[in-house]
């Protein structure tokens, strides 16, 4: 094994690439390694990004870097230090002891009906954290169960009644609402439909919020709304309504149909850009009207079971 060392501005970091036990996740634009700080030797993450995530779009970059640096919330996963080096941008984050949502859901141990509290709690804590970041007039843009991480203590043992859980991957975080370009290469299991349509300017805290309801859907029926398994006609996942699940309740499945109202159907093309835009708009407005609302509800059923 060659280990590889990284100087940032705060540190220096070191980390073995050719060591499949350090390699967290790679995709076609990142790779995630667990590294440590050459000094202190306490772990952190560091995740390498292909510059073509940006294109050529500097002010993109810029405005991605700014984020980086500047916005620090507890329910972030935090980022301390960036890195160019021989062509790589490496974001040095904090290391974060916990298991992703999408491991818990899908973990046998927690498929029990009376965990599903300790899930909607989940979610509310996610919730909060966007409540933030959407006063900050940002959009997440890629929320996903892999990209939410449940904290445990030392013994790796979680708080069933106050779950702490942290967000990551912010790379395709945006002004809400601007004609900022999204990163196209996220995953569109979990985009909103003016995601999906391409309608830059109206993604928004509305489109975290869609997300939010597709994540609680799964986390609650144990599978997800869509999924690569089962074939899904692209028009049905932005138009049609989402069906009721057999282990999703009344109640609960209220809170995600408020969350995810989705446009009308028309065919794109037959009407101009901007009538489908009007369509689009409608939905939003329909929809819970930020995060914040969404964590209002969601915290009186908790509080109501």
Sequence with gaps: MTPRLLEGDNAKYI???????TILNRTAYATVYVGANADTKEKVILKKISPAL????????????????????DGLVGISDMIFDEGDIYLVC??????????????????????????????SNCLETLSFIHKLKLCHGNLRPENIIVQWDECE????????????SIESIKL?????PLIRKVDSLYQSPEQLLGFEDLVGDYSDVYTMGLILYEA???????????????????????????????EVYALIEKATVKPFSYIPGSISE????????????????????????????????
């Excluded at 980390?15 to 036990?21: H, K, R, S, V």
């Excluded at 970059?61 to 919330?73: D, G, R, Y």
């Design 15 to 21: 980390f073995f690439p050719e060591e499949a036990g």
């Design 54 to 73: 940006f294109g050529n779009d500097s002010q993109r970059f810029k405005f991605f870097a700014t984020v980086c640096t500047e916005v620090k919330l």
């Design 94 to 123: 904090e290391y974060v002891s916990g298991r992703t949502l999408k491991e818990l859901i899908y973990d046998p141990k927690f498929m029990d009906y009376r965990n599903d509290i300790f899930f909607l709690r989940i979610i």
């Design 157 to 168: 043992e979680f708080d069933f009644l106050h779950p702490t859980a942290k967000i990551l």
């Design 176 to 180: 809400g609402f601007k004609n900022m």
């Design 220 to 250: 609650i029926a144990r599978e997800p709304v869509y999924s690569p398994e089962k074939p899904i006609v692209r028009r049905q996942q932005v138009f049609n309504k989402i069906a009721q699940h057999y282990r999703i309740n009344d």
């Design 274 to 305: 901007d009538a489908q835009k009007l369509i689009v708009l409608k939905s939003l407005n329909d929809r819970y009207q930020n995060a914040e609302a969404f964590k209002k509800d969601l915290d009186e059923l908790i509080g109501n079971l």
